[in-house]
């Protein structure tokens, strides 16, 4: 199985603006990184008036589009009371992918590094678990993980080559 890595934080901490500076600085170390993005909105990632959107709208269950670029399937899921975490995983591709980082899911029991903004302590520890393996702050901390730099992604990409080197994946 492939190493999944999440990155959790409460919202408006920065999880996208890390990763999207994150994503780049693994891949220019040659690790091939897939993501699973956890929203609590509802989202929709096709146009209306394309043909994929009209078809799905009409009530198919599944839409598959597909072109020579990238292919996207989308799955209506109404009656899912909650998401399958590891059904999500298992529709990533293995061969093209060295790690999956995941946005959110703070709940399922896989490793995970918190982040940390302006927030008390005790606010913070809430999120403290025997999954969590750092915290990446903007200010000292005194927890029993490593304490990365928030705003320092170098370090943070290099704390991941490590873990995964290391294979604690």
């Known amino acids: 199985m492939l190493p999944v890595l999440a990155i959790a934080a409460w919202s408006g901490t920065g999880k996208t603006t890390l990763l999207r500076q994150l994503i780049p600085l693994l891949k220019a170390q040659?690790?091939?990184?897939g993501l699973i993005k956890?929203?609590?909105?509802?989202?929709?990632?096709?146009?209306?008036?394309?043909?994929?959107?009209e078809l799905r709208k009409a009530g198919a269950s599944q839409v598959?589009?597909?072109?020579?670029?990238?292919?996207?399937?989308?799955t209506e899921t109404p009656d899912n009371d909650v998401i399958d975490?590891?059904?999500?995983?298992?529709?990533?591709?293995?061969?093209?992918?060295?790690?999956i980082l995941i946005e959110?899911?703070?709940?399922?029991?896989?490793?995970?590094?918190?982040?940390?903004r302006d927030r008390s302590e005790e606010e913070i520890r809430t999120l403290l678990d025997a999954h969590v393996i750092a915290v990446a702050s903007n200010r000292p901390l005194?927890?029993?993980?490593?304490?990365?730099?928030l705003n320092d992604p170098a370090q943070i990409t290099a704390f991941i080559i490590q873990w995964l080197k290391e294979g604690k994946a």
């Open 64 to 74: 598959l589009v597909a072109s020579q670029q990238r292919w996207a399937l989308m």
């Open 142 to 149: 005194n927890v029993s993980v490593p304490l990365l730099d």
């Open 85 to 99: 975490f590891n059904f999500l995983i298992s529709r990533m591709d293995a061969r093209a992918l060295d790690l």
């Open 38 to 53: 956890h929203t609590h909105h509802n989202m929709d990632v096709d146009t209306p008036g394309k043909d994929s959107y």
């Open 104 to 116: 959110g899911f703070k709940d399922e029991p896989i490793p995970r590094i918190v982040l940390c």
């Open 30 to 33: 040659g690790i091939r990184t």
